[in-house]
């Protein structure tokens, strides 16, 4: 067992429960870095008050759409991923939760489906799973409207991601081991966008706090699942760690990192 299927077995045991999965989303907003840095370019771009549609491709869990229903209730929100039973979850608690602005698809992104539909597109750690990577920002461009913003988080090829051939593989599933700066630049001008800003993120103190806050317990649940008794009291003592080093990386922004976050833009 690894990372993924660690965090897929709790998916499946928060299933649609209205409970559960808030408090799922809430322990995923707080203990990924990632989360942080999104959440705040998010607020940025619904900011200018122009995002009234928005595709999340490949939805996963449904986090974000959860977050900007919540956030900004007067968006309509399309969620889209490939895999059935998150979508199907994702579904059953939405309906629940009584939030009508979020519709879910089963969707290969790769295939084109949309034409001038949304305002804004959001594609977080996706497109390192995906091996035609122009063919999917393709579909990204037209689907959005002339002016439409596209935000992208993604590993980068830096040292320090644990997603490097050479290891043992920690993050499964991926395609490639990050992109650098002017790759992603250059398959986003091919597609069509004009790249506005590429950032990092996870430099050396957001990957400390990653390795202590993720990688170290899911390792410990690699050997053995009862160590979910013993994560409680493991939190107790890193977090006054981790929590701080994770600030430095959300406050002032490295200049090289182990993330890119990406805003490119369909001409008008």
């Known amino acids: 067992m690894k990372y993924d299927p660690i965090k897929n077995s709790i998916g499946d045991v928060v299933g649609d429960s209205v409970v559960l999965r808030k408090v799922f989303y809430a322990m995923l907003g707080f203990f990924f870095l990632r989360t942080?840095?999104?959440?705040?370019?998010?607020?940025?771009?619904?900011?200018?008050?122009?995002?009234?549609?928005?595709?999340?491709?490949?939805?996963?869990?449904?986090?974000?759409?959860?977050?900007?229903?919540?956030?900004?209730?007067?968006?309509?929100?399309?969620?889209?991923?490939?895999?059935e039973e998150q979508i199907r979850d994702c579904t059953g608690f939405f309906h629940k939760a009584g939030i009508p602005s979020v519709k879910f698809g089963t969707e290969d992104l790769l295939v084109p489906k949309h034409q001038n539909e949304f305002d804004l597109v959001l594609s977080v750690d996706v497109m390192e799973h995906i091996i035609d990577d122009v063919t999917v920002f393709r579909n990204f461009c037209n689907s959005l409207k002339p002016g439409g913003v596209l935000l992208v988080n993604t590993?980068?090829?830096?040292?320090?991601?644990?997603?490097?051939?050479?290891?043992?593989?920690?993050?499964?599933?991926?395609?490639?081991?990050?992109?650098?700066n002017e790759e992603i630049r250059a398959k986003l001008d091919q597609a069509g966008f004009s790249v506005?800003?590429?950032?990092?993120?996870?430099?050396?103190?957001?990957?400390?706090?990653?390795?202590l806050g993720i990688k170290v317990p899911m390792m410990m649940l690699n050997w053995s699942k009862a160590f979910f008794l013993f994560l409680p009291f493991y939190y107790l003592v890193t977090l006054?760690?981790?929590?701080?080093?994770?600030?430095?990386?959300?406050?002032?922004?490295?200049?090289?990192?182990?993330?890119?976050?990406?805003?490119?833009?369909?001409?008008?």
């Open 36 to 83: 942080w840095h999104v959440k705040r370019e998010l607020r940025r771009i619904f900011g200018s008050g122009t995002i009234r549609t928005m595709f999340d491709a490949g939805s996963g869990f449904g986090q974000y759409s959860y977050y900007c229903a919540r956030k900004f209730p007067n968006v309509s929100i399309y969620a889209a991923d490939v895999k």
């Open 155 to 180: 590993p980068s090829n830096l040292s320090g991601s644990d997603a490097r051939e050479e290891e043992a593989g920690f993050i499964e599933e991926h395609a490639r081991t990050g992109y650098g």
């Open 196 to 211: 506005e800003n590429i950032s990092y993120t996870y430099g050396f103190w957001g990957m400390v706090s990653w390795r």
């Open 240 to 268: 006054l760690f981790v929590v701080p080093l994770m600030g430095v990386d959300y406050f002032f922004p490295p200049r090289k990192g182990a993330g890119l976050l990406v805003i490119a833009r369909r001409p008008a």
